[in-house]
């Protein structure tokens, strides 16, 4: 490792951020000071945080504190572990490989597109009548 024994990146997805900090230790995840267990009560959601560190063999090697905000469940989940993989590869640089062949380190950009004046809807429109 590197001089630098903390390590921090920002992670996005649709309109949630998450700040990350990595720094070596017991693989203790904390998010808005509350463990991961208790911010997210889907399985799913906890699993998608733990990829980044079972792909590069890095489970319990590393202490995570996480302040996240906006968006949903998932969205969260998303951003945080785009913020994760951030860290991850400036801990080490050679992860960044694996870690981009698995898709982590491009943000997704993927949102809800924006609903247009006169319509009902982003791509819905009012029902057309000839006469």
């Known amino acids: ?36 267990e208790e911010f997210f009560g889907l399985d799913a959601a906890q ?13 319990g090697e590393f ?12 969205g969260q989940a998303g951003a945080i572990r785009h913020g994760i993989t951030k860290a991850l590869f400036q801990s080490n640089p050679d992860f ?11 943000r997704d950009p993927r949102a809800k597109e924006r609903k247009k004046y006169g319509q009902p809807g982003a791509r819905a429109r009012f029902q057309f009548s000839k006469r």
């Open 1 to 36: 490792m590197e001089q630098q024994s903390v390590f921090y990146a920002t992670g996005k997805r649709k309109t949630a951020v998450a700040r990350t900090w990595l720094k070596p230790g017991k693989g203790e995840i904390i998010i808005n000071n509350k463990s991961a």
């Open 47 to 59: 699993q998608m945080l733990m990829q980044p560190f079972e792909l590069t063999d890095t489970v």
């Open 63 to 74: 202490d995570v504190k996480i302040n996240v905000r906006g968006g949903g469940t998932m």
């Open 96 to 106: 960044r490989q694996a870690l981009k062949k698995a898709g982590f380190v491009k």
